[in-house]
């Protein structure tokens, strides 16, 4: 049953990746983008990250790409919308992105993945099944935000340690700065700049 | 019912990946070129958290991805920003008429 639902998901995600690439209008590209970003997070779904998952959903899906939209609307008019490449530069590309594509597969399938799998076995720690839930309902909100705020109980608790394993508080805070900087700076790059002055002469001696 | 295994999201990731620098490198739009930014990035993403289910990764790869999606949001803010100001200077979103630096 997850060997079918990934099927459908991953399916979908590739098709409407590719979808994106084809597509010769900038509307349907997003659109197309909006299914794929749809499906990786379902995905995320299966793989028991379901707060990643929900950030997907709600940033990429419901924030970036109505951006992008915004920027379709505020860009594009009438001979716009369907911008062509020239035919030798489309080729060009697929036969290097089929490069690559065939250079990650042939990397991706030449690991032994069996090696690691003692590491593998050792690894269920005992925080990963003191929950109330399966994993494949949910239990990484409390881990994910305790590791934000520095603490990690999925690493520490119950072992016994010397010392503390990393959190992640220095870059949520950085990350945090990094926003409100982003926030201000594209407020301003991207403000009504005022009308030069020849452009208001030019009005005059016409009116 | 049973476990997919690590590596069908690895190709899934690959796939996406490949789909986004195609799209970078081909698209003369430039709101093109920023979608094709987003898959790269979610192409990694799925990497991270396949790695934090079937590898050793653990709570890290899915913070990693957190942080990923934060900063893709960011930077899809600045780029829409700077795309506006390409298309008030030039009166066009072609990508291939930002060439007056050209030599």
Not at chain 1, 22 to 49: E, H, K
Not at chain 1, 181 to 188: E, H
Request: glycine letters at 10%.
């Amino acid at each position: 049953m997850q060997t079918l639902i990934f099927a459908i998901y991953a399916l979908v995600a590739c098709s409407a990746a590719i979808a994106v690439v084809v597509s010769q209008n900038v509307v349907r590209m997003a659109f197309w983008l909006i299914i794929a970003l749809g499906s990786v997070a379902g995905l995320f779904f299966l793989l028991n990250a379901d707060f990643v998952g929900a950030t997907q959903l709600l940033i990429y899906v419901g924030g970036t790409v109505v951006l992008l939209i915004f920027g379709v609307m505020l860009t594009a008019s009438g001979p716009m919308l369907t911008i062509k490449s020239a035919p030798g530069e489309v080729v060009l590309g697929g036969l290097a992105g089929l490069a690559v594509l065939g250079m990650l597969v042939y990397a991706t399938l030449g690991v032994d993945w069996s090696a690691n799998r003692a590491k593998l076995a050792s690894k269920q720690s005992v925080a990963e099944t003191q929950s109330f839930r399966s994993p494949e309902e949910g239990q990484s909100v409390r881990k994910l935000g305790s590791a934000l705020l520095g603490v990690r109980f999925d690493k520490d608790l119950n072992t016994d340690r010397k010392s503390l394993s990393t959190g992640y508080l220095l870059p949520f805070e950085i990350i945090s700065v990094h926003l409100l900087v982003v926030l201000v700076g594209a407020s301003y790059l991207a403000r009504t700049k005022r009308r030069r002055a020849g452009m208001v002469a030019a009005e005059t001696a016409a009116g | 019912m049973n476990d997919v295994g690590l590596t069908p999201y690895l190709l899934v990731a690959a796939v996406l990946f490949v789909c986004g620098i195609v799209c970078m490198a081909t698209k003369r739009n430039g709101i093109g070129v920023l979608m094709g930014i987003e898959l790269v990035l979610n192409g990694a993403n799925i990497n991270f958290v396949a790695f934090a289910r079937y590898g050793l990764l653990g709570m890290d790869g899915q913070a990693i991805s957190m942080f990923v999606i934060v900063l893709a949001a960011a930077e899809a803010a600045v780029a829409l920003a700077i795309a506006l100001n390409f298309y008030n200077n030039h009166l066009t979103i072609d990508v291939d008429e930002g060439n007056q630096l050209k030599g």
